[in-house]
């Protein structure tokens, strides 16, 4: 089973399979951390600690002005390239895309990858401890939004000296943050590339009601007051698993698995492990917070050039929203470019098939990329 879930790599939501037509990483990367003092959301609730955790990849210019930030999925994590050791086998879920001589240069550019504020995967979210009860947040963690998770980045970039950003990217829920931050912050970039997203959600909260009724029916649920009871394991994985069928991931392993029941047992490990290690309080955060998300209406304030980009097979974000989305956008004034990827591998495609639009990337950022040192 160890070899199933190394051709997974499920820490990093399944974009970090190794694709055969894409050199190994060569990146060896650290885990770091950020944390904001008294950090006070746009609900006017305060975090007396809010942590970020982030990875770094290249060397910030003297200037400041040679950054990217990566921005994850929903259920992902900050790993986007690279290697915690030589010896992992497994990559970051952008890693085709990023390094030496690649679309993302990290030779020319300083790359910035955040764990968004509610995530499990460092940065405080309701499994921390409430400095005030010594106890996990739980259901008692404030609501964000994707403005309070676009600010909490902007602060980390503030203090390692980030003056402008080349780019901000990300796929799906990375989609989401960069959308905001080019109407929050819309003179910071010179570029945006959202990825197998869109710039607003459903404007309902029935995506975290849904899934609240789920997690309630787990004997193990307590109000949302599991933490000493185990967690909601099995809620989590059967939930994993069908999350990972809907984003293509049975496409994706068939290239080096081909048979089912082998493909079922890897995807119910890997979402096993993947269960032991998000919060179900924490998904349900960011579920609200994504369904109430709007870039949409402010488009009028985006400055940067947008690269817009998504899969032909996608069931969340399929090519035909393109049309209006890119109607409103040149509407609104901006310069905006629709690539769709044409790939069987649908959510996972922009990992899965990196080599189809590399070239594509590489071509939009060219205009802004710094001089070679």
């Known amino acids: 089973m160890s070899t199933l879930l190394r051709l997974l790599g499920l820490a ?22 950020f944390t904001i003092e008294n950090f006070r959301l746009e609900s006017g609730a305060v975090l007396p600690q809010a942590v970020i955790a982030y990875e770094t990849y290249g060397t910030l210019a003297a200037d400041g002005r040679n950054a990217v930030l990566l921005a994850h999925g929903f259920t992902s994590n900050h790993h986007a390239a690279g290697r915690y050791a030589a010896s992992d086998t497994e990559t970051g879920w952008w890693d085709p895309l990023i390094g030496q001589g690649r679309a993302i240069d990290t030779d020319r550019l300083f790359v910035i990858s955040t764990n968004m504020l509610g995530s499990s995967y460092g940065s405080t979210n309701p499994a921390s401890l409430n400095p005030k009860t010594g106890k996990p947040y739980g259901p008692d963690f404030p609501e964000i939004t994707l403005v309070d998770i676009v600010t909490a980045q902007k602060r980390l970039l503030d203090a390692l000296g980030v003056k402008h950003l080349v780019a901000v990217a990300g796929p799906s829920y990375g989609g989401y943050q960069t959308f905001q931050w080019g109407v929050t912050y819309p003179d910071m970039m010179d570029a945006l590339v959202a990825v197998v997203s869109a710039p607003k959600g459903s404007g309902t909260d029935d995506r975290a009601a849904g899934l609240r009724q789920r997690f309630a029916a787990d004997p193990n649920w307590n109000g949302g007051w599991y933490y000493e009871k185990g967690g909601i394991v099995p809620t989590m994985t059967a939930l994993r698993i069908e999350t990972l069928k809907r984003y293509g991931a049975d496409e994706v392993l068939a290239q080096q698995i081909a048979d089912a029941e082998k493909r079922e047992a890897a995807l119910k490990s890997a979402a096993e492990k993947w269960a032991h290690e998000f919060d179900a309080n924490g998904m349900l955060r960011l579920a609200h917070a994504s369904s109430f998300f709007d870039a949409e209406k402010d488009f009028a304030k985006m400055r940067a050039k947008l690269l817009y980009v998504l899969s032909s097979t996608d069931k969340l974000f399929p090519p035909s929203i393109a049309p209006d989305v890119m109607g409103k956008l040149k509407a609104a004034g901006v310069d905006a470019t629709f690539f769709e990827l044409k790939s069987p591998y649908g959510h996972l495609a922009s990992r899965a098939d990196a080599d189809k639009w590399a070239p594509t990337l590489k071509a939009f950022l060219a205009p802004f990329m710094p001089a070679r040192s």
Do not use: G, N, P, T
């Open 12 to 33: 990093v939501l399944l974009f970090s399979f190794d694709h055969v037509a894409i050199a190994q990483s060569q990146l060896i990367v650290e885990k770091k951390m």
